[in-house]
């Protein structure tokens, strides 16, 4: 397994795979890895088989961290990431700087690619600069990397509808992976920032799942589509029980629009966004 650090670098060997007609598969993330990357790159290692290569990036973007988020103490552990990679089949590991991303140059680094329609709600209400960053980060990536598939877990699930209309509008040679969730026993979403939580923390975050299967048992018990007014009240409800919860929201929408809908039915996906206190957690689930 080679590990580049030089974002030319990156790109000329990416050429040379270009020539050689090899396909490429390519997972970025932001480092302090877990099984659920390791799912990820095993599912790049099928989709390209042994013949091809793939690629994985480690890269913490400033970009898409508000001046009050966790950029700072988000967490980092290489030479663990390293093995994970390694232990999953990784080919190559981009690990780039701020300075190989985001380069110095006359009057600042001011060229940023952004989705107008998608990245408004949910995460995009909640954080207003997020998708901006995420968007100008992987359009960065995909330029580097050329792949000729990407694979995103589906945790992140606004994050990878939107990148996918990034990746269609822009005419980008990108075919677009998108991996089930891998949880915890008790159903919590694999995620770098759980090792945030404090032990009482974590056993009360499980709260998301049982929100997500409350929601979803309750639609299949109806013989009618459920008015998201009941749905929000009981799942409120639900998440006030654990004393250090506080939900930033929770929505239900159509999944390929992520247009809202008032009554919910089973054709319908849900998310939503918990804090626990300092440490935001989100998730969602098909209904």
């Given at each position: 397994?080679?590990?580049?650090?030089?974002?030319?670098?990156?790109?000329?060997?990416?050429?040379?795979?270009?020539?050689?007609?090899?396909?490429?598969?390519?997972?970025?993330?932001?480092?302090?890895?877990?099984?659920?990357?390791?799912?990820?790159?095993?599912?790049a290692?099928?989709r390209v088989?042994?013949?091809?290569?793939v690629?994985?990036?480690?890269?913490?973007?400033?970009?898409q961290?508000?001046?009050?988020?966790?950029?700072?103490?988000?967490?980092?552990?290489?030479?663990?990431?390293?093995?994970?990679?390694?232990?999953?089949g990784?080919?190559?590991?981009?690990?780039?700087?701020?300075?190989?991303?985001?380069?110095?140059?006359?009057?600042?680094?001011?060229?940023?690619?952004?989705?107008?329609?998608?990245?408004?709600?949910?995460?995009?209400?909640?954080?207003?600069?997020?998708?901006?960053?995420?968007?100008?980060?992987?359009?960065?990536?995909?330029?580097?990397?050329?792949?000729?598939?990407?694979?995103?877990?589906?945790?992140?699930?606004?994050?990878?509808?939107?990148?996918g209309?990034?990746?269609?509008?822009?005419?980008?040679?990108?075919?677009?992976?998108v991996?089930?969730?891998?949880?915890?026993?008790?159903?919590?979403?694999?995620?770098?920032?759980?090792?945030y939580?404090?032990?009482?923390?974590?056993?009360?975050?499980?709260?998301?799942f049982?929100?997500?299967?409350?929601?979803?048992t309750?639609?299949?018990?109806?013989?009618?589509?459920?008015?998201?007014?009941?749905?929000?009240?009981?799942?409120?409800?639900?998440i006030?029980?654990?004393d250090?919860?506080?939900?930033?929201?929770?929505e239900?929408?159509?999944?390929?629009?992520?247009?809202?809908?008032?009554?919910?039915w089973?054709?319908?996906?849900?998310?939503?966004?918990?804090?626990?206190?300092?440490?935001?957690?989100i998730?969602?689930?098909?209904?």
């Amino acid at each position: 397994m080679r590990v580049i650090r030089v974002a030319k670098k990156m790109q000329a060997l990416s050429r040379l795979w270009q020539g050689e007609k090899k396909q490429v598969g390519f997972v970025p993330t932001m480092g302090f890895l877990h099984a659920g990357h390791e799912s990820l790159i095993e599912a790049a290692r099928r989709r390209v088989r042994r013949q091809g290569v793939v690629v994985v990036s480690i890269y913490v973007n400033p970009t898409q961290f508000a001046a009050t988020e966790d950029l700072s103490r988000y967490p980092r552990n290489l030479e663990g990431d390293l093995r994970l990679c390694r232990r999953a089949g990784a080919d190559v590991v981009f690990v780039p700087t701020d300075e190989e991303m985001y380069p110095i140059t006359e009057g600042g680094y001011s060229t940023f690619v952004s989705e107008s329609q998608l990245s408004q709600c949910m995460e995009g209400n909640s954080r207003p600069t997020h998708f901006r960053g995420v968007t100008t980060v992987v359009a960065k990536l995909f330029n580097l990397v050329q792949p000729t598939v990407a694979v995103f877990g589906a945790k992140d699930f606004q994050q990878s509808v939107v990148i996918g209309k990034m990746v269609r509008d822009l005419n980008m040679p990108v075919e677009m992976m998108v991996a089930p969730t891998m949880r915890e026993p008790d159903g919590l979403a694999m995620s770098s920032r759980n090792a945030y939580l404090t032990p009482t923390q974590r056993q009360q975050a499980g709260v998301l799942f049982q929100v997500i299967t409350w929601v979803r048992t309750c639609v299949h018990q109806s013989t009618k589509p459920v008015l998201v007014d009941i749905l929000r009240k009981e799942t409120q409800r639900l998440i006030n029980q654990q004393d250090e919860a506080q939900l930033d929201y929770i929505e239900f929408f159509k999944p390929d629009s992520l247009e809202s809908v008032s009554r919910v039915w089973r054709s319908h996906h849900v998310a939503l966004a918990v804090r626990f206190g300092s440490t935001r957690l989100i998730d969602n689930g098909s209904i």
